[in-house]
């Protein structure tokens, strides 16, 4: 067996307890290639709403421990939904809390949107990449993923019925790989 040497931090944009996009973030755990390993990150819904005022000397704990854990990292992968045209408010407010601190500076970055509707989520998908880039992540060639009709791809067990988009998240973690190895 392979030990891990890229450890990449997953962050899932919904808090539902069936979640069609942290279910795809624990199915890119299990089709990561040999040598990467996908951790979820569990505590994006501990993390107070973002005030600068509370961004001083000593930051709230779940702060802390969420840039701790990035910048532990080698590599992000973000899924996320959408919510009335946009980023869900609990992502949104964990890359708040991170804009000035700086853990996602140069760090290799994929993005993934999953929709039950055809659009696939692309408003939220925009204006995530649009935080990112401000944030200066590295963009990933081949980093980006929109999955539509989301529902239609997962099975009842929560597996991945869909070889085409099974095959898109192989690419999705390959190229990944190769920008935290660069
Ligand atoms: C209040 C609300 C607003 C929504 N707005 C959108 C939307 O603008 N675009 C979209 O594609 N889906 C929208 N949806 C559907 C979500 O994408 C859907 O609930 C999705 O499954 C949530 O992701 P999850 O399964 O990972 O929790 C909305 C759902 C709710 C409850």
């Not at 990449?8 to 299990?30: D, P, Q």
């Amino acid at each position: 067996m392979t030990t891990p040497r890229i450890h990449v931090l997953a962050l899932s944009g919904s808090l539902r307890a069936a979640s069609a996009n942290t279910r795809l973030l624990k199915i890119a755990a299990e089709l990561a290639p040999a040598g990467m390993s996908v951790e979820l990150y569990e505590g994006l819904g501990d993390l107070p709403h973002f005030n600068p005022d509370l961004d001083g000397d000593d930051p709230p704990a779940a702060v802390r421990r969420f840039r701790e854990r990035l910048q532990a990292a080698d590599g992000v992968l973000v899924c996320t939904p959408e919510y009335a045209n946009g980023v869900p408010g609990m992502l949104k407010n964990a890359m708040d809390w991170v804009v000035s601190s700086g853990e996602f500076y140069e760090k290799p970055t994929c993005t993934i949107s999953a929709s039950p509707l055809a659009i696939g989520a692309r408003t939220a998908h925009d204006s995530l990449l649009l935080t990112l880039g401000m944030m200066t992540a590295k963009r990933v060639d081949g980093g980006s993923l929109t999955i539509p009709l989301v529902n239609k791809k997962l099975s009842a067990e929560g597996g991945l019925t869909d070889d085409a988009t099974e095959a898109e998240l192989r690419r999705l973690l390959e190229a990944l790989a190769a920008a935290c190895g660069s």
